[in-house]
């Protein structure tokens, strides 16, 4: 308001006839008694200005209400197919709006880190996951095969050992057969020399039963042989394959491993749930933008079809659906709407009564204002054109 402005320039001001008259008192007084005239008069503006936005203010809000008080009444004037079109809309952005909140309650069960890591590898996680089963799978197998062969690997190994024992054993049995041969052929010798008798046969049945043990001691000997060398091949044979195995069970560990670093995992029942999660989050999400944007839709097309009704505020029954389905809300919303109302006016009145006291004290004001008394009367003149228009 530019009628205003003349209180915050008045810094260069020349010398009024009242500032002359004040040459008789010390400056310093004349001074004083000058800027505590402008002080006044500029709080008594500045007064005015807020108590004009106040009343501009509630002017505009009672206008609001007015015409929501008119809508109200095209409302209730409203029947057949015309309330049912607007109703029909309310129930749907109603839905939209259940939809909507359904859908953003629904909570992600993975951290930001896990659903950045997944929608990144979002392309590759089928195929890592079907690898890594197949890996998982492959590594449990090997793993029973090691354990297995590691198993056999022992048998062998004991059984070699106790080969070797009873060979020592049996490597013992010639040089005792000998000494036994030896002893009975000295005892049978003795005998015929004493007792004069004719040992021939006793030679022959001991050398015979000495052949036969002798042979049987080669047989077991070449039979312990066999065995020992089979056992070997054996042994080798089961150690070549657990090594095989080892480097099998690293090379699909270091797989499964990487995998596992990749994804942030421990295992791919792991890796089923994130990826699981991640899909429902996503069609999560999905579903509250569509009905976001089925809310956005349906809204927009009952603000269209209450404009061409003649609502004055549609936007704000777009909102405030009880209304338009509900004639008990109507009727409490209309009460609240009166009752608001009255209150600006109240508050009108009141800013009115405020802003004619005002204009007393500055008509007094203007009355001694010395070399003010133009300006004081322009604003006074200003007020009341403003007021006429209130």
């Known amino acids: ?24 008192l010390p400056e310093q007084e004349a001074r004083e008694r000058r800027e505590n005239r402008e002080h006044l008069i500029m709080d008594r503006c500045e007064e005015v200005l807020e108590t004009l936005d106040r009343i501009d203010d509630s002017r505009k809000e009672y206008q609001v ?7 109200l009444e095209l409302l209730e004037a409203l029947g057949g197919y015309d309330i049912r079109e607007i109703q029909d809309l309310a129930h749907k952005v109603i839905d939209d709006e259940k939809r909507r909140d359904e859908a953003m309650k629904k909570e992600s069960k993975l951290t930001k ?6 929608q990144k ?9 079907r690898k890594l089963e197949e890996n998982e799978d492959y590594q449990k197998a090997v793993k029973r095969d090691m354990h297995t062969l590691e198993g056999e690997k022992s048998v062998w190994q004991r059984e070699r050992e106790e080969l070797l024992m009873e060979r020592e054993r049996y490597r013992v049995l010639p040089l005792a057969g000998l ?31 000495m052949a036969l043990i002798v042979a049987w001691l080669v047989y077991q000997m070449s039979t312990f042989q066999r065995r020992l060398k089979q056992t070997e091949k054996n042994l080798n044979y089961t150690i070549d394959l657990l090594n095989k195995t080892k480097f099998k069970y690293v090379h699909v560990t270091a797989a499964v491993d990487y995998t596992y670093e990749k994804f942030r995992i421990n295992s791919s029942h792991e890796l089923i749930y994130l990826w699981e999660q991640y899909q429902q989050t996503i069609r999560d999400r999905e579903q509250y933008h569509n009905a976001k944007m089925d809310l956005e839709q349906d809204s927009f097309r009952l603000v269209k079809v209450l404009a061409e009704y003649q609502f004055r ?19 409490e919303k209309r009460r609240q709407i009166n009752r608001r109302r009255e209150k600006l006016r109240s508050i009108i009145d009141y800013s009115m009564e405020v802003i004619k006291n005002s204009r007393e004290d500055m008509a007094r004001m203007a009355a001694n204002a010395g070399g003010l008394e133009k300006e004081l009367l322009g604003v006074l003149k200003a007020i009341d054109r403003i007021c006429e228009g209130v």
């Open 1 to 24: 308001m530019g009628f205003f402005d003349w209180f915050r320039k008045r810094k260069t001001k020349e010398e009024t006839e009242d500032d002359r008259k004040d040459k008789k």
């Open 179 to 209: 000494v036994t041969y030896v002893v009975l052929m000295a005892l049978m010798m003795v005998i015929s020399y004493f007792s004069r008798t004719n040992m021939t046969l006793g030679y022959l049945f001991l050398t015979f039963a």
């Open 65 to 71: 209400l007015t015409d929501q008080i008119l809508d």
């Open 121 to 129: 590898k979002e392309a590759e996680v089928e195929d890592s996951l």
């Open 313 to 331: 505020q549609p936007e704000i029954w777009s909102t405030d659906l009880e209304v338009l389905l509900e004639p008990e809300v109507l009727e």
């Open 113 to 118: 880190e896990q659903f950045a890591l997944m």
